[in-house]
């Protein structure tokens, strides 16, 4: 077993997959840190690069499965060391993960008659980024795509917002929205009648009128900006959440958990009834 005991150029590798987006690019690696978000990304396929192991004699039942499951080369890393690359004040934790980023092939979004797709458009926050991917996932959506100049999903803020969602649906990243209204065109000259849902304040349909329960993309925008008028012209529907109280609008990413579950809702409704 290798031995990291100091700060040489690999652990200032694994570092650099922290804070810097270029260089995890680069790499096509990411760091992910806790329990639920290494479980996730095992279960899910996600190839392993490297298992780093505090080097503890008594690692925990979850540990020891994991260290002899073959899944990655096994490094031992010296715990102050291993505590900063865990972000964690309270200590080194037993393992943090070098794992492959997924790619960004719009291949990898669901074909099939009933999708829901998310876009979440010009995201500023990772941690946004990863709480909607933990909603797409939790009300059974199928993809998440940002588009434009946004922020990393592959950020660790993002990975542990989304307890790991992010390695359990599909997650893309795109430069502009113009592939994602491709792969709509093409879909859509397939047969798949896809529909846009862009989601909005000032939108002209309450959100409980809107159809959801067909092939469905839904559009959510930048926090403080809101959707990009690209993209509010290419919807079919532009919905509003009904809002009761002072506030005038929800955080982004609880917005589109909103939409998600009344979609999750109608489609249920209608599964029911046939």
Request: charged share 20%; proline share 7%; net charge neutral.
């Amino acid at each position: 077993m290798r031995r990291v005991e100091r700060r040489n150029a690999t652990f200032q590798q694994w570092q650099a997959l922290l804070t810097n987006r270029s260089k995890r690019n680069a790499a096509g690696e990411l760091i992910v840190q806790g329990v639920r978000p290494i479980t996730v990304a095992a279960e899910a396929g996600v190839a392993f690069r490297s298992l780093l192991f505090d080097g503890r004699p008594r690692p925990s039942a979850w540990a020891r499965a994991l260290l002899a499951s073959g899944i990655a080369p096994v490094i031992e890393v010296a715990p102050d060391l291993l505590a900063e690359l865990g972000e964690r004040s309270d200590g080194a934790p037993e393992l943090v993960a070098v794992v492959q980023r997924p790619d960004d092939d719009l291949a990898r979004l669901p074909d099939r008659p009933d999708a829901l797709v998310v876009v979440f458009d010009r995201p500023g926050s990772p941690g946004n980024i990863g709480s909607l991917a933990r909603s797409v996932d939790a009300l059974g959506a199928h993809a998440l795509v940002t588009t434009g100049h946004a922020a990393d999903a592959w950020d660790p803020a993002s990975v542990r917002a989304s307890t790991g969602s992010v390695f359990a649906v599909p997650i893309v990243r795109l430069s502009s929205h113009a592939p994602l209204l491709g792969w709509v065109a093409e879909r859509r000259r397939a047969g798949v009648p896809l529909t846009i849902v862009g989601t909005d304040e000032s939108g002209t349909v309450d959100l409980p009128d809107t159809p959801l329960t067909g092939p469905t993309v839904v559009v959510v925008g930048n926090e403080t900006a809101g959707m990009s008028e690209a993209w509010r012209r290419s919807c079919d529907v532009v919905a509003r959440i009904p809002m009761g109280g002072r506030a005038s609008s929800l955080n982004a990413a609880a917005a589109g958990t909103v939409v998600l579950y009344e979609a999750s809702r109608q489609r249920a409704q209608r599964s029911s009834s046939v």
